[in-house]
T-cell receptor, first 111, second 110 residues
């Protein structure tokens, strides 16, 4: 069964304190892995798509990486405005109609 | 501006009533999706549609119904058969792989 597990559930960082969020997945042939940011009471905002192991994508203070079993979202020198829930989802090669979502990591960055 | 709109933002329903949530997109995307989000759970797929006049059940379709009469619109009806409808409902659309989400509707059953 396709599955996505995100860790930690919650993360508190001091402004400027870099860290990483983990997304472990099992899927029958990965077609794509997606990262989203979700603010409270709002819809998820698309961040990145990764397709193959070794691929990396960057956007401002965020960098997403992918291996055959997991993805990391690295946050460098975070600011309070980076506080949000970060969601990971996978799309299988044999079931392209669906995304399987993890439960998210709730990030809080304090000044 | 291109995007996805959902209305209303908040919706209150009495038990036994059907309610319809609106989702409109002007991105010219072929596929549209409805998800449900509950605290501590990942987004769960309710229904999806790849083309007009066609839709498929997702993982938790019981108690819900949809229609896709226009490319731009994909309304979701929450029926009285849905036992626990209080949740945050999200609509999404896609052209290729990435799905883009609307702002959501929070439904509360009184």
């Amino acid at each position: 069964e396709d599955q996505v597990t995100q860790s930690p559930e919650a993360l508190r960082l001091q402004e400027g304190e870099s860290s990483s969020l983990n997304c472990s997945y099992t899927v029958s042939g990965l077609r794509g892995l997606f990262w989203y940011r979700q603010d409270p009471g709002k819809g998820p905002e698309f961040l990145f798509t990764l397709y193959s192991a070794g691929e990396e994508k960057e956007k401002e203070r965020l960098k997403a990486t992918l291996t055959k079993k997991e993805s990391f979202l690295h946050i460098t020198a975070p600011k309070p405005e980076d506080s949000a829930t970060y969601l990971c989802a996978v799309q299988g090669r044999y079931n392209t109609d669906k995304l399987i979502f993890g439960t998210g990591t709730r990030l809080q960055v304090f000044p | 501006d291109g995007g996805i709109t959902q209305s209303p933002k908040y919706l209150f329903r009495k038990e036994g009533q059907n309610v319809t949530l609106s989702c409109e997109q002007n991105l010219n995307h072929d596929a549209m999706y409805w998800y449900r989000q509950d605290p501590g759970q990942g987004l769960r797929l309710i229904y999806y549609s790849q083309i007009v006049n066609d839709f498929q059940k997702g993982d938790i379709a019981e108690g819900y119904s949809v229609s896709r009469e226009k490319k731009e619109s994909f309304p979701l009806t929450v029926t009285s058969a849905q036992k626990n409808p209080t949740a945050f409902y999200l609509c999404a659309s896609s052209m290729w792989n990435e799905q883009f989400f609307g702002p959501g509707t929070r439904l509360t059953v009184l």
